[in-house]
């Protein structure tokens, strides 16, 4: 059996919905740290992660910088930072933005997979840009787990077909499987970080 440490999520256009549904499966005993960067303006920001909760029956928390990394807790990442995770605990950036964004899927793709090898499920969902494709790539050669959504679920279908193409993905499943999967995949497991 894999023995996951943490589960890393990539969005953009479309993603509250992706995410409200995929993260809405998740029960209040789920073991794992959940890392969520969803690309944004920062008018949105103070909004987000409250508005997100209030769907979820896990703690949403905003992401402050070197904050500890503790199974059982969704972690947004805040608009106009990029999010790292450092073995033990996050780290937030304002390095210069990766495809035009800031927030990046792929810093946070990539940080994991160096962080926990793989110990690290990558879920790519909905969006019209290229981020989170060698994000994701980084995360399968380190021998972590990589779930697509398919594109023709999401509002934005570039993000989950750049992946396919660029890639040998795990799994690409519709937006309404990939909750009920990743707690299969994760079944039996006490935690992390």
Do not use: W
Request: aromatic residues 6%; hydrophobic residues 45%; negative net charge.
């Amino acid at each position: 059996m894999m023995s996951f440490q943490i589960i890393t999520i990539g969005t953009s256009l479309g993603g509250f919905y992706a995410l409200k549904t995929l993260l809405g499966v998740l029960p209040q005993n789920f073991p794992l740290p959940v890392a969520v960067v969803q690309h944004r303006s920062a008018e949105e920001s103070d909004i987000f992660a409250p508005l997100l909760a209030s769907h979820l029956q896990l703690p949403v928390l905003e992401v402050e910088d070197k904050q500890e990394i503790e199974g059982g807790r969704i972690y947004v990442c805040p608009a106009n930072y990029h999010l790292l995770v450092e073995r033990s605990h996050f780290a937030l950036s304002t390095d210069a933005p990766v495809l035009h964004a800031r927030p990046a899927i792929d810093v946070l793709f990539e940080s994991a997979a160096d962080s926990f090898g793989e110990g690290v499920v990558g879920i790519l969902l909905t969006g019209m840009s290229r981020d989170g494709s060698a994000g994701l790539r980084k995360i399968k050669e380190k021998g972590g787990y990589t779930v697509v959504q398919d594109p023709t679920t999401a509002e934005g279908r570039t993000m989950p077909q750049s992946a396919i193409s660029s890639m040998a993905v795990d799994r690409i499943l519709s937006i309404d499987e990939i909750g009920p999967f990743i707690l299969e995949l994760c079944a039996g497991q006490r935690g992390a970080a």
